[in-house]
C-alpha cells in the first residue's frame, strides 16, 4: 500500500471540488490533490448537457459540460493535479483517505486537511416503498440522463415522471426532443420541487402534463414495465380511492429528490443534520470534525451549480487558512431554523466573524408576500422580502460582520413570515 | 432435437441445485431444465434467508425431520463452498401470557423434534439482548442454532459445484408436456426440443403440483402464499442482532424482523393466498401489514433506510407437509413438492435422500473423485487492507469500483459472469456479487455493469436484460430513435 501526504485531500472533482482546489491553490497551497471516481472531472456536469449554467457566475448560458470545462481549464493552469478513476473507501478522523484505482492500487493518503466534495445520488424506488412489480423499466432520472447523453442509448419509449425535481423536468424535454412519448409528470406534493423556468421550459412548452398531489400507487409487468396507476393524494400525502388514473408506458423515471452522500462523512465521525442530510459546519464550511470540510451537493441540495461554485471557493480558502494555521477562536453562534424554514447552512457561525456570511435555505413550503427574518432572541439582524418563497428554490439572505456584535444570546433563528 | 441422459431435474432453485449437486457425485448423466433465465429465480431468491433449528414443525411430520437434519448440514455446507453462514439464534417472542402457552408449546415441540439448547427467557434478559424490542414483552423462546445464510449464493454454489461435475443447467425451459413412454423413458417438451430421462426430478417449486398431477392419478392440490417484505440499508449497529419472530397466534403468524448475512435488516412476510404464482408484485395493504405487524416487535420502527421491497410466492399443499421421494404410481419419477418453510433449511438433507434413491433406483456408483469446488476469492469489500493491496496489484479491475454503495469492483463483475453457471443478466449479476443490491439501487452502477456483461459474453448493449422474458434495459439508441420516432405504428406519433 502506497503512503502520501498532502496538505489539502478534495474528495470529488465535480464543480464543488474543483472550486474549492482552485481557491486552495489560489491561497497559496502548494501541495493539494483532487481525486474523483470518475474517468474524467466534472462530476454530473458531464451528462448535463442542456444550457442554463452560469448564470450568475458568468452572465452566460453555459451547458453543464462548458461550465464544467472553465474550472478544468483553470485547474489545469494552476497545475493542480486531478487523479480519476479513484474512489475513496474511507476516512479517518485523523484525515486518513483510504482510496483505490486501478492505476496506483490502494493508497492511504494522509491529509492536514480534507474537502468532502462527493456530491448527491439520486432517491430510488426502494425509498418511495411504491408497491408493484419489480420490472425493467424503472430508471433514476439521472441514470436516464447518462444513457441518453453520455452512452447514447434510449431507456424507453413511452414514459412517466415520478417527482418532478429538475433532472426530472430536464428529461421529460430530452426524451420527448429524442423522439419518446412522455405522457406525464406526477408530483405527491401541491407544489414542483423543481425550478419555475424548467417547468415552463420543459413541460409546458411540450404539453406535457404536471399532476400536482399526485403519487404512482402500482406498478404493471411482469418483466418490463407495462403500466403505472397514479392517484390523487390528500393532504396527509395519502392515495385517494377512486381516484386512480392508468398509464400504459414501458418507462418510469424517478426524480423524487436527492440525498447528499455522506457515507464518508459518517465514517470519518463528521455529525450530519437531519434537515439537510449534509454535515453541520460552521460559516467556513467546516464540519464537526477538525480539519474536514464539507461543500457543494453533499453539504446540502442546491438548485443553482453557481451557488455551489460560490460555496466551494469558500471552503477552499478556510481549508487553506486551517493548513496555514491561521484558525480563529472557537466561539459560535448557533443558527436554527425557525417557522417555515429548513436546513439553514452554516449551521454555526464564529462569534469573531470578520467577513459577511450567506445563510442558504429551503422554506418548508409554498409563501406569497412573505420576508425572511434572522433573529438573535428579539433582535432583528436583517430581513429580505421576497414575492414568492418555494421549496423548488433555495433561498440566500446575507449577515454582515457589524450585525453580529454586541448580541446577548448566542442563538440566531431564520424564520419566514407574512408582510 | 432430441436429449437424452439419465436424470432429468426440474427445476433450479434451491432444492434442484441441491439436488444436481449430490447427484454430480454418481456416474449419471443429469440435465437439470430450468424455465426461467437464471438459478434460484423462484422462492428461492425471495425468502427470509433464515436456517430454522426446527421448533416449529409437527413432531414426526417430513418436515420437522428434514428441518433438522438439513438445518445440521448447513455449517460443513457452507464452509465448504464459502458461503456466509451466521448463527444468530432467534427468539420467538411473547407479548401477553396467553403466547407464553405458545412459547411453551414449541420449546416442547422443538426438544421432541431434536432441536439442541431451546431455553425461554424473561423479559429482563430479553431486553438487555434486543434493547429495542417492544417492551411489552414477557418471555420469549431463544433458539441458539438460529442461523442465517443467503439463499440464493447458496444455490449459485451448489449449481456450480455440479457443473464443474458434468451437470448441464438448461434455462428458458418451459415444461410443454411430459409423459411416461411405454418403454419407461420420460419424454419432456420444451419450447427448444425434447428431453428423454430413465429418472425424473420434480423440484419444481410453485409448478411441482402441476407437473406430479400430469403424471399420476393421485392429484394434490397447491396454494400459492405470497409474502411481501422490506430490506433495510445495512449500517453499523443494525437494531436487532437477532432473528425475531412473533407468536403464532388466532390473527395470523405475525412477521419477523431479522439481520442478514449481508448486515440488512429484513421485515416481512406477508401470508396472502394468490391466483398467479407469478404474481411477485408488492401492494400497498400488504406493505402496510408488514409494517404494523414489525412494529408489534420492534415500536421503534423505521423505514427511512428502505432499499426495496420484495415479494416471494411459497408452494404450500394443502395436506400441509412435504412431499419427498418416488411417485407411487408412476416408477422412476421422484418428487420433492410443497417445498414450503423449512424449504431452505431443509434442502440439504431432502437432496441427500432423493439423490440415493435416484442412485439406488438406476444401480448408480458413486464417482472416485469429484472435482473440488474452488471457493471464490473473497469479497473485496471483506479483505483487509493488504488483501486490498494485494488483489489490485495482481489484477488492476480491483482497482475499478463499480457498484460505490456495496464497494463491488470489476473483477468481481467479470467473475461472476465467469462461473460454471454465470451471471448472463443484471439481476444474476447483483445477486452474485451484491452490486446493485445498495442504496442507491444500481442508480450509478447499472449502465458499467450492463458494459461489461455486453463485453463479456458479447450480448449487445440492446439485448442486456434486467432479468426474465423481455425485461430489456434499453430500447434503442439515440440515431434509431430520431430516424424512426419513438413509435411509428404508435397512432399518437
Same mark, same amino acid.
Given at each position: 500500500m502506497t503512503i502520501r501526504n498532502v496538505d489539502v485531500l478534495v474528495i470529488g472533482a465535480g464543480p464543488a471540488g474543483l472550486a474549492a482546489a482552485i481557491a486552495v491553490r489560489e491561497a497559496g497551497i502548494q501541495s493539494l490533490l483532487v481525486i474523483d471516481r470518475e474517468k474524467e472531472p466534472g462530476g454530473i456536469l458531464r451528462q448535463c448537457i442542456h444550457n442554463g449554467f452560469g448564470l450568475h457566475r458568468f452572465q452566460e448560458e453555459l451547458t453543464g459540460p462548458e461550465y464544467a470545462q472553465r474550472d478544468i481549464d483553470k485547474a489545469h493552469e494552476l497545475n493542480i493535479p486531478i487523479e480519476c478513476s479513484t474512489m475513496v473507501l474511507s476516512v479517518s478522523a485523523g484525515r486518513c483517505v483510504t482510496c483505490v484505482s486501478a492505476a496506483h492500487g490502494l493508497q492511504c493518503i494522509q491529509a492536514k486537511a480534507v474537502i468532502l466534495a462527493m456530491g448527491c445520488r439520486e432517491r430510488p424506488r426502494g425509498a418511495l416503498c411504491t408497491p408493484g412489480t419489480r420490472c425493467a423499466g424503472i430508471y433514476s432520472a439521472g441514470t436516464a440522463q447518462r444513457f441518453v447523453n453520455l452512452e447514447g442509448y434510449m431507456p424507453g419509449k413511452r414514459v412517466v415522471i415520478l417527482g418532478s425535481g429538475d433532472i426530472g423536468l430536464i428529461m421529460a424535454r430530452r426524451m420527448t426532443l429524442q423522439g419518446a412519448k412522455v405522457l406525464a409528470c406526477v408530483e405527491i406534493m401541491p407544489f414542483s420541487s423543481g425550478l419555475n423556468r424548467n417547468i415552463v421550459q420543459c413541460l409546458q412548452d411540450y404539453g406535457i402534463p404536471l399532476l400536482l398531489s399526485h403519487t404512482v400507487t402500482d406498478i404493471q409487468g411482469l418483466n418490463r414495465l407495462e403500466g403505472i396507476t397514479v392517484s390523487e393524494v390528500d393532504e396527509n400525502r395519502n392515495p385517494v380511492p377512486g381516484t386512480e388514473k392508468h398509464f400504459d408506458c414501458d418507462t418510469l423515471l424517478l426524480s423524487c429528490g436527492l440525498i447528499p452522500e455522506n457515507e464518508l462523512s459518517l465514517g470519518a465521525g463528521v455529525i450530519l443534520s437531519s434537515a439537510t442530510s449534509g454535515a453541520v459546519v460552521d460559516e467556513t464550511f467546516e464540519t464537526s470534525v477538525p480539519g474536514i470540510f464539507a461543500c457543494g451537493n453533499v453539504l446540502h441540495v442546491h438548485d443553482l451549480v453557481d451557488h455551489v461554485s460560490e460555496e466551494s471557493y469558500k471552503a477552499g480558502l478556510s481549508a487553506a487558512a486551517f493548513v496555514q494555521d491561521r484558525q480563529a477562536d472557537c466561539l459560535y453562534f448557533s443558527v436554527r431554523d425557525g417557522s417555515g424554514v429548513r436546513g439553514t447552512v452554516p449551521q454555526k457561525i464564529h462569534r469573531n466573524v470578520n467577513a459577511p456570511v450567506t445563510l442558504m435555505f429551503r422554506p418548508a413550503g409554498v409563501y406569497r408576500n412573505s420576508s425572511v427574518v434572522v433573529e438573535c432572541g428579539k433582535t432583528e439582524l436583517c430581513r429580505k422580502k421576497a414575492m414568492i418563497f418555494t421549496p423548488g428554490e433555495m433561498s440566500l439572505i446575507t449577515l454582515k460582520p457589524d450585525m453580529l456584535t454586541s448580541l446577548e444570546s448566542d442563538t440566531l433563528t431564520v424564520r419566514i413570515e407574512r408582510n | 432435437m432430441k436429449t437424452k441422459s439419465d436424470v432429468l431435474v426440474i427445476g433450479a432453485g434451491i432444492t434442484g441445485c441441491a439436488v444436481a449437486r449430490e447427484l454430480s457425485g454418481y456416474n449419471a448423466s443429469v440435465i437439470v431444465l430450468e424455465k426461467e433465465n437464471d438459478l434460484a429465480e423462484g422462492a428461492t431468491k425471495a425468502n427470509s434467508g433464515i436456517v430454522h433449528a426446527g421448533y416449529d414443525a409437527v413432531p414426526g411430520s417430513r418436515k420437522a425431520v428434514y428441518n433438522v437434519r438439513g438445518a445440521s448440514m448447513y455449517p460443513d455446507l457452507c464452509a465448504s463452498l464459502g458461503l456466509p453462514y451466521q448463527q444468530c439464534g432467534a427468539l420467538v417472542i411473547a407479548l401477553n401470557e396467553q403466547d407464553r402457552q405458545t412459547v411453551e408449546m414449541l420449546r416442547d415441540r422443538g426438544e421432541k423434534n431434536g432441536v439442541p439448547g431451546l431455553r425461554i427467557l424473561e423479559h429482563n434478559e430479553l431486553l438487555t439482548l434486543e434493547p429495542v424490542m417492544n417492551p411489552q414483552v414477557v418471555c420469549a423462546l431463544y433458539v441458539p442454532t438460529s442461523a442465517l445464510i443467503s439463499p440464493y449464493e447458496t444455490a449459485y454454489a451448489m449449481a456450480d459445484h455440479a457443473a464443474l461435475n458434468g451437470v448441464s443447467f438448461i434455462f428458458n425451459q418451459t415444461v410443454l408436456s411430459v409423459q411416461r413412454n411405454p418403454d419407461g423413458l420420460f419424454s419432456v417438451r420444451t419450447p427448444s426440443g425434447e428431453y428423454l430421462s430413465r429418472v425424473l426430478v420434480n423440484c419444481a417449486g410453485t409448478s411441482g403440483a402441476l407437473l406430479h398431477n400430469q403424471l399420476s392419478a393421485d392429484k394434490l392440490e397447491m396454494v400459492y402464499r405470497r409474502g411481501q417484505y422490506y430490506l433495510l440499508d445495512h449500517e453499523k449497529k443494525l437494531p436487532f442482532t437477532h432473528t425475531v419472530f412473533q407468536c403464532p397466534s388466532a390473527m395470523g403468524k405475525g412477521v419477523l424482523v431479522t439481520p442478514t448475512v449481508h448486515g440488512n435488516l429484513l421485515l416481512g412476510p406477508t401470508a396472502e393466498d394468490i391466483d398467479d404464482p407469478m404474481d411477485t408484485a408488492t401492494t400497498a395493504e400488504g406493505l402496510q401489514e408488514v409494517f404494523r405487524k414489525a412494529a408489534l416487535t420492534w415500536p421503534g420502527i423505521s423505514i427511512r433506510t428502505n432499499i426495496t421491497n420484495f415479494s416471494g410466492v411459497r408452494a404450500h399443499l394443502t395436506t400441509d407437509d412435504f412431499i419427498i421421494g418416488p411417485c407411487s404410481d408412476c416408477p422412476g419419477f421422484f418428487e420433492a413438492i410443497g417445498i414450503e418453510s423449512p424449504g431452505l433449511s431443509s434442502a440439504p438433507a431432502i437432496a441427500k435422500d432423493l439423490a440415493s434413491m435416484i442412485a439406488d433406483e438406476l444401480g448408480l456408483q458413486t464417482k472416485e473423485k469429484m472435482i473440488p469446488y474452488t471457493v471464490p476469492a473473497l469479497a473485496f469489500r471483506d479483505m483487509s487492507a493488504e488483501e486490498k493491496a494485494r488483489a489490485v496489484a495482481r489484477d488492476p479491475a480491483y482497482g475499478n469500483i463499480v457498484c460505490r454503495c456495496e464497494t463491488v469492483t470489476e473483477a468481481e463483475i467479470r467473475a461472476a459472469i465467469r462461473r460454471p453457471v454465470g451471471a448472463r443478466t443484471i439481476d444474476g449479476v447483483k445477486r452474485r456479487t451484491r452490486a446493485g443490491m445498495g442504496r442507491c439501487q444500481g442508480g450509478f452502477c447499472l449502465p458499467r455493469v450492463a458494459d461489461i456483461l455486453s463485453e463479456e459474453t458479447r450480448i449487445p448493449l440492446l439485448e442486456? *436484460? *434486467?432479468?426474465?422474458?423481455?425485461?430489456?434495459?434499453l430500447s434503442g439508441t439515440v440515431e434509431s430513435f430520431l430516424k424512426r420516432g419513438a413509435d411509428c405504428d404508435d397512432s399518437e406519433c
Open positions: - | 442486456i *436484460k *434486467k432479468g426474465n422474458g423481455n425485461s430489456f434495459i
